[in-house]
Nanobody, 125 residues
Framework: HVQLVESGGGSVEAGGSLRLSCAYSGDTQNTAYMAWFRQFPGKDREGVAAIHRDGRTKYGDRAKGRFTISRDGGQAIVHLHMSSLKPEDTAMYYC????????????????????WGHGTQVTVS
């Protein structure tokens, strides 16, 4: 089992930046992708970015060029640095972990991930 705890959400003005963090613990050796998803009210979760344990990264179209995912293996934390934030980025952001094998092409699908955090709210105004 893997435990995930998100932090770093909050309110920011449009054009600003935020860094989300996901602290993970437990059976972390048995994970493949660590990812960030977001969910708008009444919508399904949307894949934002993911990072494989070998360092490969994936980004959703709306995150490319503005968001960066990184992994600090020494501290067991995955970060999502978000810049040039827009009001449409307002959502609940969730951290998730998948187990191997994970097909790279499925990184953006919520069903790929077995473990989830409780989320952190980001509000851009």
């Amino acid at each position: 089992h893997v435990q995930l705890v998100e932090s770093g959400g909050g309110s920011v003005e449009a054009g600003g930046s935020l860094r989300l963090s996901c602290a993970y613990s437990g059976d972390t050796q048995n994970t493949a992708y660590m990812a960030w998803f977001r969910q708008f009210p009444g919508k399904d979760r949307e894949g934002v970015a993911a990072i494989h344990r070998d360092g490969r990264t994936k980004y959703g179209d709306r995150a490319k060029g503005r968001f960066t995912i990184s992994r600090d293996g020494g501290q067991a934390i995955v970060h999502l640095h978000m810049s040039s934030l827009k009001p449409e980025d307002t959502a609940m952001y969730y951290c998730a972990a998948s187990q191997p094998p994970t097909y790279a092409g499925s990184w953006y699908q919520p069903t790929t991930y077995k473990f989830w955090g409780h989320g952190t709210q980001v509000t851009v105004s």
